[in-house]
T-cell receptor
Framework: DAGVIQSPRHEVTEMGQEVTLRCKPISGHNSLFWYRQTMMRGLELLIYFNNNVPIDDSGMPEDRFSAKMPNASFSTLKIQPSEPRDSAVYFC??????????????FGPGTRLTVL | DAKTTQPNSMESNEEEPVHLPCNHSTISGTDYIHWYRQLPSQGPEYVIHGLTSNVNNRMASLAIAEDRKSSTLILHRATLRDAAVYYCILRVGVRTSGSRLTFGEGTQLTVNP
């Protein structure tokens, strides 16, 4: 199993540019999570999907951030326009979520975003 | 979400046992205790979880106090590869909305050769 796949692994962009981060969850998993990690704020949940439907997006910082999951095998996190304070490592995770069955989340390797 | 409290850092020597404590005095009856760890430059990975009874798996053991207000993650023989940040997380069980994990600051474990 390839695990959770994220691309790109590193992204350097200039302020004001659009950034798109991509994630392929583990096949068969029905929940997908986007996290952001910074030194100041630690690891925080941005949004998560169950069966391709956004369930909780309360962690999305502002309207500049958007996430989509068009099908069970792909998700994107878009920042438009990007700002230097968006610089962070963004992790995608997936799990098989079923009532009364607690399964662990599997994290991808992360995308390190630098906004100049 | 109920909160957990962990020491910021701990040190251990290689091949010695490590006991990582976690306090969760406001835990509710349906909260599961989860442990994840994050190795340098990697995403977090699941270690173990439990509800009331002590749990063992190939990575670690989880000892849960009788009143469930605290727990201890036990690494039986620490290796250099166990150096990581360890997160203790309470997670609501038996509801689909309980999927989320709320990470605190965790404990940075240093393993000395």
């Amino acid at each position: 199993d390839a695990g959770v796949i994220q691309s790109p692994r590193h992204e350097v962009t200039e302020m004001g540019q659009e950034v798109t981060l991509r994630c392929k969850p583990i096949s068969g998993h029905n929940s997908l999570f986007w996290y952001r990690q910074t030194m100041m704020r630690g690891l925080e949940l941005l949004i998560y999907f169950n069966n391709n439907v956004p369930i909780d997006d309360s962690g999305m910082p502002e309207d500049r951030f958007s996430a989509k999951m068009p099908n069970a095998s792909f998700s994107t996190l878009k920042i438009q326009p990007s700002e230097p304070r968006d610089s962070a490592v963004y992790f995608c995770a997936s799990s098989f979520n079923q009532v009364a069955v607690l399964n662990e989340q599997f994290f991808g390797p992360g995308t390190r975003l630098t906004v100049l | 979400d109920a909160k957990t409290t962990q020491p910021n850092s701990m040190e251990s020597n290689e091949e010695e046992p490590v006991h990582l404590p976690c306090n969760h005095s406001t835990i509710s009856g349906t909260d599961y205790i989860h442990w994840y760890r994050q190795l340098p430059s990697q995403g977090p990975e699941y270690v173990i979880h439990g509800l009331t009874s002590n749990v063992n798996n190939r990575m670690a053991s989880l000892a849960i106090a009788e009143d469930r207000k605290s727990s201890t993650l036990i690494l039986h023989r620490a290796t250099l590869r166990d150096a990581a940040v360890y997160y203790c997380i309470l997670r609501v069980g038996v509801r689909t909305s309980g999927s989320r994990l709320t990470f605190g600051e965790g404990t940075q474990l240093t393993v000395n050769p």
